[in-house]
């Protein structure tokens, strides 16, 4: 049974750091395990993904640089640190899961969801 719980939101300032965390309960390493993001009024975006069986993580482009996934895999439990944090960054945060190898942070390609947790950056 695949559980998956979202921590660690909040409101910061812009240039302000956050480290979200993902509970995957019910997952192993033949899962992919995403971070995705939803502001009011625009679709649901990618933001990161990794393998857990290897680690290797996907980007989108613009997220590279700033946003950092990371896995504790003994503990199911992903990460997401942000840092230099903008205004536009503001949005629900939500952790996914899939079984796959290919981890691309696509929305539809993935099966189960978190509750999500808020970020909020002001400017």
């Known amino acids: 049974q695949v559980q998956l719980v979202e921590s660690g939101g909040g409101s910061v300032q812009a240039g302000g750091s956050l480290r979200l965390s993902c509970d995957a309960s019910?997952?192993?390493?033949?899962?992919?395990l995403g971070w995705f993001r939803q502001a009011p009024g625009k679709e649901r975006e990618g933001v990161a993904a990794?393998?857990?069986?290897?680690?290797?993580?996907y980007y989108r482009d613009p997220m590279n640089g700033r946003f950092t996934i990371s896995q504790d895999n003994a503990k199911n439990t992903l990460y997401l640190q942000m840092n230099s944090l903008k205004p536009e960054d503001t949005a629900m945060y939500y952790c996914?899961?899939?079984?796959?190898?290919?981890?691309?942070?696509?929305?539809?390609?993935?099966?189960?969801w978190g509750q999500g947790t808020q970020v909020t950056v002001s400017s």
């Open positions: 019910g997952t192993d390493n033949d899962y992919c």
């Open positions: 996914a899961a899939r079984l796959g190898f290919i981890c691309n942070p696509n929305s539809a390609d993935y099966d189960y």
């Open positions: 990794l393998y857990r069986g290897s680690g290797r993580v």
